[in-house]
């Protein structure tokens, strides 16, 4: 095999040449091919993005699939959002959970029962303020109708302070109970 040298100002002067030589046999005898890897490196980068592309594009493409099946399947619940924000808030009636995927089924379901418990201690709240109210009337009653019957009487000067100071008292509580 016969190999070329190079002289000293040559090697300076050009770029390395990176050479593949495989051997061959062929009924035994060996045969040497040299080929430039440079050449070869070029096929297989250019294979590489060949084979590359398609499932760059793939890739884009289901991206973008993703994001359009996934806009439409939370749509109802967006619509939901959108109708519990304009709800006023003393409307405690449950969620529709029609045209939801059935995945939030369960969460709109949990959210109704707790919309229901509300309801119920709200309700509860009402009664015993009600009954607070009916409870109290009646002392208020007895004690403006006792502190009328001191104008009747003959009372000293302080006592008869402190029943004027206690009127305007039981009159706000009259309003306030009839208010209620």
């Known amino acids: 095999m016969r190999t070329r040298r ?74 939901l959002a959108a109708h519990v924000d304009t709800r006023p808030e003393h409307d405690l009636s449950a969620l529709s959970d029609e045209a939801l995927p059935r995945e939030i089924a369960p969460f709109v379901v949990a959210i109704n029962r707790l919309l229901s418990r509300v309801e119920r201690t709200l309700a509860a709240q009402r009664r015993f303020v009600t009954d607070a109210t009916h409870e109290l009337r009646l002392p208020l009653t007895a004690l403006s109708v006792q502190a009328e019957r001191l104008d009747a009487v003959e009372l000293s000067a302080q006592a008869r302070d402190r029943l004027d100071a206690l009127r305007p008292w039981l009159r706000a509580c009259a309003r306030c109970s009839i208010s209620c």
Do not use: W, Y
């Open 6 to 79: 190079r002289t000293s100002s040559s090697r300076r002067s050009a770029a390395p040449r990176r050479l593949r030589c495989p051997l061959r046999s062929t009924d035994g005898v060996r045969v040497a091919i040299a080929q430039r890897t440079l050449g070869r490196d070029e096929i297989a980068r250019n294979d590489a993005l060949a084979t590359l592309a398609p499932f760059v594009a793939l890739a884009l493409v289901l991206l973008v699939a993703l994001h359009l099946i996934l806009r439409h399947m939370f749509g109802p619940l967006k619509a």
